[in-house]
């Protein structure tokens, strides 16, 4: 089903698309993808928090990921933006002919063209399934009582995703006697996504905060 957005390069645009990711963490499908790509280089700056909540957020971590691994992500191709409707359906004008032998071609040339579509995303695929990251994460609780080793360390490793490695874990002194849980991971880029890693850890009662300290590819 394909999606249609208006441009965020407007108030209306920008206030369609906070309503529109009100319940969605990304443009398109549970991942990132190049939906995501398309309209965040439509905006040209921090979306205005207070206004556009739901931008905002989106926008601050499709920012975190580098150029480069934008460019890795599934392409999609049933989002686009309203006014590209109209410019979609002149250029299909352009293959409007009534010869049968033409329209035959024209089917083998489409048909030919998503063979090789379908082809190349294969390939893009598995190359991504290849394309890891460590990640260095840190914890803080609420209580400087609560216990790190004992009970939050076991919860968040206890979280599961495809994609998602749990390695090694230690504590971080604060200040004043209070420690926070530091923890590795190694995740695979393209099926494990930071934000709703660290969205999972936060749900525990005990912990006040979660923060990706370190990204490094690998």
């Known amino acids: 089903m394909s999606i249609i957005l208006e441009k965020p390069t407007s108030p209306k645009g920008l206030t369609e698309l906070n309503n529109y990711l009100a319940d969605k963490s990304y443009i398109k499908l549970y991942t990132p993808t190049s939906a995501d790509v398309l309209v965040f280089d439509e905006i040209k700056e921090n979306p205005n928090a207070t206004k556009y909540p739901h931008v905002a957020r989106w926008y601050k971590h499709i920012a975190f990921f580098p150029v480069e691994v934008r460019e890795k992500w599934e392409i999609v191709k049933d989002v686009k933006f309203a006014e590209e409707e109209e410019e979609e359906d002149s250029d299909l004008d352009l293959f409007g002919s009534d010869d049968e032998e033409d329209e035959e071609e024209k089917e083998k040339m489409r048909q030919e063209m998503e063979k090789l579509k379908a082809e190349k995303l294969k390939k ?10 460590r990640l260095v994460m840190d914890i803080a609780p609420y209580d400087d009582q609560t216990d790190l080793m004992g009970v939050i360390d076991p919860y968040v490793r206890s979280i599961k995703m495809e994609g998602l490695l ?18 590795t991971a190694v995740i695979v880029d393209a099926l494990v996504s930071t934000y ?3 969205e999972a850890i936060c749900e525990h009662d005990d912990i006040q905060s979660c923060d990706t300290v370190s990204f490094n590819k690998l």
Do not use: P, Q, T
């Open 166 to 183: 749990w390695g090694s874990s230690a504590l971080e002194d604060i200040a004043f006697g209070a420690k926070k849980l530091r923890i």
């Open 124 to 133: 893009m695929e598995e190359k991504e399934k290849k394309n890891k990251s």
């Open 196 to 198: 709703a890693l660290e």
